[in-house]
């Protein structure tokens, strides 16, 4: 199998903090967990682990990433993954969850969304890794769909929180989340 090459993309932004830089200068020290929302016109995953290995560091720089989507009502799901380094994990998000002026997808049908990575040291809030992929076709419009379809309506966080809390007490795990999911699709890059 040949190595995937990962490359930037002159039509996606790269912005934030950078390798070695604190990931928010007024933080330095975060709960472990993940962050995803959309912005500057790129998908953007965080993740927030205590003390990444060199080993986890370098995985999520290299290592094949797969993605999916499970909606239920006003909470969509994103599911990943990276091979060896972090099994199947999940992170809830509504679009009414981001602050103004925000941002929706959308690439046309046919197009490839981008998906921006970031892993931040929990412990000093520090930008351990980044890197960019792009996302399958069926992907980037199953998100931009959910997205969409999550602005049209109004908000109300008690039955985002009520859909988030079911959800997670129906799967024992992100893994058996997994078949149920409206795409799984790898990651390209």
């Not at 049209?152 to 992100?174: I, M, S, W």
Request: aromatic share 8%; net charge negative; hydrophobic share 40%.
């Amino acid at each position: 199998m040949s190595h995937i090459h990962t490359f930037q993309r002159p039509d996606v932004v790269v912005s934030g903090p950078q390798v070695g830089e604190p990931y928010d200068p007024n933080y330095s020290h975060y709960s472990e967990g993940a962050r995803y929302l959309y912005s500057q016109g790129a998908h953007e995953l965080t993740l927030f682990w205590t003390r990444p290995s060199s080993i986890e560091v370098e995985g999520f720089r290299a290592q094949p990433i797969d993605v999916g989507l499970y909606l239920n009502g006003p909470a969509a799901f994103l599911l990943y993954k990276i091979q060896n380094v972090c099994e199947w994990s999940d992170v809830a998000f509504n679009v009414h969850l981001v602050p103004e002026p925000r941002e929706l997808p959308a690439e046309p049908p046919g197009e490839r969304a981008r998906l921006r990575l970031v892993l931040v040291d929990a412990d000093d809030g520090r930008v351990a890794a980044r890197r960019l992929v792009s996302l399958d076709r069926v992907m980037t419009q199953a998100l931009r769909q959910a997205m969409q379809d999550q602005a049209k309506q109004p908000f109300n966080r008690l039955l985002y929180d009520a859909a988030v809390q079911e959800t997670h007490g129906r799967f024992a795990d992100t893994d058996a989340m997994v078949p149920a999911a409206e795409v799984i699709e790898a990651a390209l890059g």
